[in-house]
């Protein structure tokens, strides 16, 4: 097992996810609300590199870092290219993150390794001593997962992902709203795969035009892809 893993080939299954995540990405002129939670507990410091999991396709969170001298980088395979996500990987990956965020993307995600997956890739971009930052959108809180017009909705409440992403952290509370995960636990990527996601033919119909065409050929096994927020 490793400490921030590498990322080699692979014996773990990729996920597959049947509803991508592209339109559920919205803020376009407001931060999601984790970076503001967090930077009210001063856990923005500069210098420091954020690895943003699943962050969408707009720059406020990033442009807000960048004031606090943070150095945000975005992972999302949904709504970012190849390229960008490959680069991406290559500047958090391995633990070279200090902090991580993960903005409303548990939530629309059905499936649980899937969900999985995401947790991992958080916990194993950060360094000895690193935070991860989960925020729930609950929805109606019922539990009852479905489909929605932008994707899939689990409706479940925040303390619920506690469980999930206690596997992959040793100590996770919830603050304000948000669930704070230190400790990241050592991950084997022969058996949980990070920074990876198998796109159904399903999914790739559905891309934003941006994304489309570099993903229209055949899924390798595993991809340096993830979620989108």
Sequence with gaps: MVRGNKIPD????????????????????????????????????????????????????????????????????????????AAAVEKIANGKSDTATVSNVLNVIAEPKARDMVIASAASSLKA???????????????QGHATPKGYQLNRPTKDYVGEISKFFGDVTVRHGVIVATQPKEIDPHRQPVFSV????????????????????KPK?????????
């Design 129 to 143: 001593g690193g935070a991860a930052y989960f925020s729930i959108y609950e929805g109606d809180r019922s539990g």
């Design 10 to 85: 692979s014996d773990a299954e990729v996920p597959e996810q049947e509803y991508i995540s592209a339109d559920t990405s919205i803020n376009s002129s407001k931060r999601p609300a984790v970076f503001n939670i967090v930077g009210k507990e001063g856990g923005w410091k500069k210098g420091t590199i954020n690895a943003d999991i699943g962050g969408g396709r707009f720059e406020t969170a990033t442009e807000y870092l960048k004031e606090q001298g943070v150095t945000n980088v975005i992972w999302d395979p949904f709504n970012r290219p190849p390229k960008e996500n």
């Design 221 to 229: 096994r595993q991809m340096t892809a993830g979620r989108g927020a």
């Design 198 to 217: 198998h796109h159904t033919e399903k999914e790739k119909s559905t891309f934003p035009a941006h994304c489309h065409a570099a993903h229209s050929a």
